[in-house]
Structure formats: C-alpha cells, structure tokens
C-alpha cells in the first residue's frame, strides 16, 4: 500500500505546500448540510471574533435553514449578519463585481447588478438595536479583474479566538442552493429541478493558507479607485465602496496542527498576472503578492493527478468546453485524453438542467465540440469508450470535484475551462489524498446520490468495491470475473440498482 508520502509525490504539485496530517478536511455534499454548517459556525462567534464571507453573490434574505419569509423562525442572512456586527464581531463581506472602465457606472451584467444591490441593502441593514447600519462600511465590491472573468472564489472564514475554520467550494450564498438529494424540492416552470453542490470545511494550517487569500483580496477592494453608480430606485449617485473601511485584515494567528492521520491537503489558487482597475480599460495593474505571470496551482495539482490515475478519473463540472476568456496553455483535455489511452476511464458528469437564470433548460444534450476533438476524436476507435459525459436529469450540477483512484480528491470553485485554470476566473480549491477512507468515501457520497438510492450499509459495501461500482456507468467496465450481484447479472442486490433513471449518457455511444 502506498504511503502517504508517496500520494503526495505522485497525485500533488510540488509547486504548492502540503500539510502532511496537520490540517483536518471535512468534505461537504449539497448545500443543505453547507448551509447549516456554515450557520453553525457564524452563530458560535463571540464579540472579538470575525467572520469573512467572499462570492461570486450574495442573497441578503436567504434564511441559511432554508426558510422562507413568513416562515417561523424566518432568519434572512443579512439580519444574522447585522447582528453579528452589532455585538462586536469583526464582519466582512466581499462580493464580485464587474469591471467598469468609468467614473460612472451601470452595473448591469450577469450577478453583478445583483451584487450591487445585494452591497446596498447589506450596508443599510438595521441591527437589532438603535444606531447606525452595522454593515455601513463593511462590505466590499472587488470589480477589478481581467476583463472579460469575474472573482469567483467562494470563502467563508470565522476566527473563534484565535481558531480558524476555512470554507472553500462552489457554494454561493443563495436559497436555491439549499437542496439535497433526491433534489425533488424545487422546480422550474413546475417542472422538477435541483441543485448540486460541493465545498471543503478545513481547519489547522491549511484555513490559515485560505486566510492569507482572503486578506488580500480585501486589501486589494479596499484600494480600488472611488467609482459611483446609478442606482434607480435612489436618488443621485451612489458610491460603489465607502471611502472608509475598517483596518485591513491581519495576518492570521498561528494555528495548531489539527491531527489528520494518512491525510495531506493543499489550498490551490488561480489568478491571473494582471488586473484592470483605472479609468483606462487598457492600463494594466499587476497584483502586488502575485507572481509576474500569475498563480496556476489548481492546473498544476489537477494536470498531476489526471497524469497520474491508473484506474479511474471522475469529474463532476458546470463546464466541459471553453467559453471566452480561455487560454489554449491551460486546458486539460490532453490530459484527459491521455488518461483514457492508458487505459483509465475518464467518467465526467455535468447538469441535465441549467440554472433558471440561464436560458435553456438543457445542457449536455451532446458531445460538445471540445470533447469531441480534443478528446475523443484524437483516440483510436477501440479506446474512446473509456470516456464518457453522462447527464443528471433535472439537475443543476455545479459542483467542481474531481477524484481520482479513491487517492485524491480536489473539491472548489474552479471550472474545468481553462478561464478558471489561467486564473481569468480567480479561483480556490482545495486538496486532498489519503491512504486511508477519506476520498473513497466522498465517491461512495457522490455515486449513490446519483443513484437516487438511500446510502444503505448494503449499498455502501457494494459502492465501496471499485471493480463493482464503476459498472454503474459502463457494464463492459466490470473486470472479466465481476463479483456476484454485478451490474451485467440479473442478482443486483435491493438497492444497488438505481431507484430512478437520472443518469443519462450523452456520449461517445
């Protein structure tokens, strides 16, 4: 069996530090459980502790419990947060926004129009007592970036004394992500539709790594040249930051080794060399903690491990194809490729539905081009069936996990595209390989969600049989003797069989 050092040396980047069983990594599914546990979290704070929230956007009235208004019990984000502030606690919240290139903006792309109103209703957010808005100057827009990408790490941090526990992953802080399997809460023009997502509880060394990001990110908004907006609903012209802003962040306090037997986790960043923050779009800034040519360190774990599968890669991504933006240097479909002719099946699994806000309700209908000729066209015919993109039906999937062999696990908010690999999209992700359970638990979570099946003892013990679960997505992938109740015999034992038919293959046939 392999030692962890040795899962280090082969599935890491040498590139990055490595806390070797000192940080503890907890793998979330579905943002039900996030949201509860991040609840959990900003709730046990005491004045003189903080809590930093960083997205792509933010929902002032989403109840983290998954209450709506009139509910009882009813609690909006923003009220939690107020009140956090209110008793003394260090609270700050950065969203994204879009560049602007003018003294005057109209802020009206994509999340970040929503994000300016999101900022403007946080900042004027009564606490539960009389005074002045508690959020008054305590949340950021960070509209620099490269132009054409947005800020798209997604963090939660809170300092309880002088410990740190770092959320990273893909889960913004909105009420549709406040779903679970078998995802048949909400719905689309009364159609079924869920939400599938992902994200990484750390403590110990490695929150300190997601902390020392954060700080900068902050440092970084807080300097921005003074942009106003016009906001219609109020009158005159509305500054996009406040010209005061609480002290930059500290650096953060040394943390003890949270004991992590057979287990070693990164903190992965991608960021671009260059950033547009003047009133010139073409006048570029570098970032000051960055290196000239920029941050590559979820391409750099991720192309490692791909290389270094021998039986499995399996990918769960919003996208399987570039979209603008993307650099041709940092796409991983040769890696993939090359996985698949050694043998190794490359499972990847995106959204049978889109996000609502987007305007088709299906996506992976087909083989995207990207696939199809950076991919699959390249490998001889007998060997393209050792890939496949299947779909979940009535689902969003926007999870960006990839695991290889039960060994390695990396689990953010970077796409696979090369946007978020060139750090056009700024991005953190977290990693993880373990001798022990850690990762082939997670895969064992995943795989029996997508079966719509209950995680029974039964089911587990089955799923956890590599050579016997992989059959769920290609029957000729069983080895030749494929254990007894396999999926190419008529035994499947109660419960191994899908209780739905969600997955569906798009291809190759």
């Not at 879009?98 to 946080?122: E, Y």
């Not at 079924?192 to 403590?203: C, K």
Request: include cysteine.
């Amino acid at each position: 069996m392999a030692s962890l050092d040795d899962l280090v040396a082969a599935y890491l980047s040498p590139a990055v530090t490595a806390h070797r069983e000192s940080s503890s990594v907890e793998l979330v599914v579905d943002g039900r459980t996030w949201m509860l546990r991040m609840r959990e979290l900003l709730t046990s704070l005491e004045p003189g502790d903080a809590a930093y929230i960083c997205g792509l956007q933010i929902e002032p009235e989403m109840d983290l419990t998954g209450k709506r208004k009139g509910d009882p019990g009813y609690e909006p984000l923003g009220g939690l947060l107020a009140g956090l502030a209110s008793r003394g606690i260090d609270v700050r919240v950065l969203l994204a926004g879009a560049v602007v290139s003018s003294s005057i903006a109209r802020p009206t792309i994509g999340p970040f129009h929503q994000n300016v109103s999101s900022a403007h209703r946080l900042r004027r957010w009564r606490g539960p007592t009389a005074g002045p808005p508690p959020l008054a100057n305590r949340v950021l827009l960070d509209w620099s970036g490269s132009g054409i990408g947005s800020n798209h790490q997604k963090v939660t941090l809170v300092r309880r004394g002088a410990e740190i526990t770092a959320g990273v992953g893909g889960i913004d802080y909105a009420a549709n992500r406040v779903d679970e399997s078998p995802h048949d809460r909400l719905s689309i023009n009364g159609g079924r539709w869920g939400w599938h997502d992902a994200g990484a509880i750390l403590r110990g060394p490695a929150a300190a790594d997601v902390w020392r990001v954060l700080r900068m990110r902050w440092s970084g908004a807080a300097s921005l040249p003074r942009k106003r907006y016009i906001w219609p609903s109020v009158r005159g012209l509305q500054v996009l930051n406040p010209s005061s802003t609480p002290a930059g962040i500290a650096p953060p306090p040394a943390q003890p080794d949270r004991p992590s037997p057979g287990v070693a986790c990164q903190i992965l960043r991608s960021v671009g060399p260059w950033y547009i923050d003047s009133l010139l779009p073409w006048e570029r800034r570098h970032y000051n903690d960055v290196a000239p040519e920029g941050v590559h360190e979820v391409y750099l774990t991720l192309v490692q491990a791909i290389n270094a599968a021998r039986r499995y890669v399996y990918i769960e991504d919003q996208y399987f194809r570039e979209y603008p933006g993307g650099d041709r240097r940092f796409e991983m479909y040769a890696h993939l490729r090359a996985a698949a002719a050694r043998g190794v099946k490359v499972i990847l699994l995106g959204s049978g539905s889109r996000d609502p806000a987007e305007s088709s309700p299906l996506i992976n209908g087909t083989v995207n081009a990207d696939l199809q000729k950076k991919v699959l066209d390249p490998l001889p015919q007998q060997l393209r069936r050792n890939v496949g993109l299947w779909r979940v039906e009535h689902l969003t999937v926007h999870s960006k996990i990839v695991i290889v062999d039960d060994r390695f696990a990396a689990v953010g908010s970077a796409n696979l595209f090369s946007r978020s690999m060139a750090g056009v999209d700024t991005e953190l992700t977290a990693a993880v390989v373990s001798t022990g359970d850690v990762v082939r638990d997670l895969r064992v979570r995943l795989w029996a969600e997508h079966l719509r099946a209950p995680l029974t003892d039964d089911l587990r013990k089955h799923l956890e049989d590599l050579d016997l679960a992989i059959g769920m997505f290609r029957p000729e992938w069983l080895p030749p003797r494929a254990p007894a109740g396999s999926w190419r015999t008529p035994g499947i034992p109660d419960g191994f069989a899908p209780l739905e038919s969600v997955l569906t293959l798009v291809g190759p046939p």
